[in-house]
């Protein structure tokens, strides 16, 4: 978290997403506020996670383990479009919205991800970043069809 915080005090973040109960719950204590957390209340598959605490609005969506919903898309959207601090809870699994939070994410925002037994991922969204999501989730469609 103090290496995630030098690194917005010198990129200067439009806003910080956080996706994953661990990360979201260290994002939390430190002091920073993400625009949108995304949790599902489980770490690693099996560990029961801790409520974060109390914001604006919380959404619950369900999202399947190795999917995205529209439902879970729509609620990402919706939440970066509004400016509240929203929690989305994932009936499911989140890991793969990420993709969609830097699809629909402001340039140069933050989204932050656990990466198990390693650390943290931060991603700033840009229109490069866009465009390889883009990609990434066509190939996705395109492998299951």
């Known amino acids: 978290m103090k290496k995630l915080g030098e690194i917005a005090q010198k990129e200067k973040p439009s ?23 995304v949790i599902d209340y489980i770490s690693l598959r099996d560990q029961i996670m801790p409520k974060q605490p109390e914001v604006e609005k919380t ?13 879970a898309i729509q609620a990402i959207r919706e939440a970066l479009a509004s400016g509240v601090h929203t929690h989305i ?19 140069n925002a933050f989204v932050v ?19 390889e999501v883009k990609r990434l989730l066509n190939e996705m469609k395109s492998s299951k069809s």
């Open 59 to 71: 959404v619950h969506v369900k999202n399947p383990q190795g999917t995205i919903t529209e439902e």
């Open 89 to 107: 809870v994932v009936e499911g699994e989140e890991d793969l919205l990420a993709l969609i939070a830097v699809l629909y994410a402001p340039e």
């Open 113 to 131: 991800y656990g990466q198990p037994h390693c650390g943290i991922v931060v991603i700033k969204v840009s229109s490069e970043k866009k465009a």
């Open 15 to 37: 806003e910080i997403i956080s996706i994953g109960d661990i990360v979201s719950q260290n994002i939390h204590t430190s002091g920073f506020n993400p625009q949108l957390t």
